[in-house]
């Protein structure tokens, strides 16, 4: 998975949603620690700090060791380490950002770890991801379910979709792209997607920013 993670995005293939991730943390001017929970083999961290203006101390977190191994030997100036979302080595209020974009999210760490008014990412997949894979998959296919926004402890600032078609022309690309989803685990799905070698199917990500607030007394 790691390393069709690595082939399909080093490809560019994912680019605009690297950038709106970027801008989205960026956003806040006062943000210099920023930390991607969930950040597989940074290449989101490492767009981010291509388009930055302003010097930003990275971090980056993952359950993948051989993840975690990846992002830091392609980004030495970012510090890595092997961790979960819901237990994450942060000092409380220590960090400026946090990213999670999909991968699980503990809205509880995320508010301890956050400052006052720190922002927090969230990328999530929109009704349409993926959507003509799904069709090769299932036979009634369905759309994913809308993802909630987050209540408790944050107020919704911003929110971003981005969509656009991907025309994939070529064995290695569409291998590389079903490597790196869940499809790639399941033997059906497997089954039915072996040798294909044109993919026509869509993008489609909802990028939420929250700006971290007081939570209310019990």
């Given at each position: ?46 767009r ?49 950002a ?18 006052p ?7 999530a ?5 993926l ?43 569409v ?29 489609d990500?909802?990028i ?11």
């Amino acid at each position: 998975m790691m390393a069709a993670r690595t082939a399909f995005l080093d490809a560019g293939w994912y680019a605009p949603v690297a950038d709106a991730l970027a801008d989205a943390a960026l956003a806040d001017p006062t943000a210099r620690r920023i930390v991607d929970v969930g950040c597989g083999e940074g290449h989101y961290l490492r767009r981010l700090r291509e388009l930055s203006d302003r010097p930003l101390e990275l971090h980056g977190l993952d359950i993948s060791r051989h993840a975690v191994e990846a992002a830091a030997k392609r980004d030495p100036a970012g510090l890595y380490a092997v961790a979960g979302a819901h237990r994450l080595p942060i000092l409380t209020g220590a960090a400026d950002a946090l990213i999670s974009h999909f991968a699980p999210l503990e809205t509880a760490e995320a508010h301890r770890t956050l400052r006052p008014a720190g922002r927090l990412i969230v990328g999530a997949p929109g009704p349409r991801h993926l959507f003509g894979l799904r069709t090769l998959i299932y036979e009634t296919p369905t759309e994913h379910p809308e993802v909630a926004p987050i209540t408790e402890g944050f107020a919704l600032i911003a929110e971003t979709r981005v969509r656009y078609d991907l025309e994939l022309r070529d064995a290695p690309t569409v291998a590389a792209l079903i490597g790196m989803t869940p499809y790639a685990w399941a033997a059906d799905a497997r089954d039915r997607l072996a040798g294909l070698d044109r993919l026509d199917t869509e993008v489609d990500v909802i990028i939420r920013a929250y700006e971290r607030r007081d939570l209310a007394p019990r």
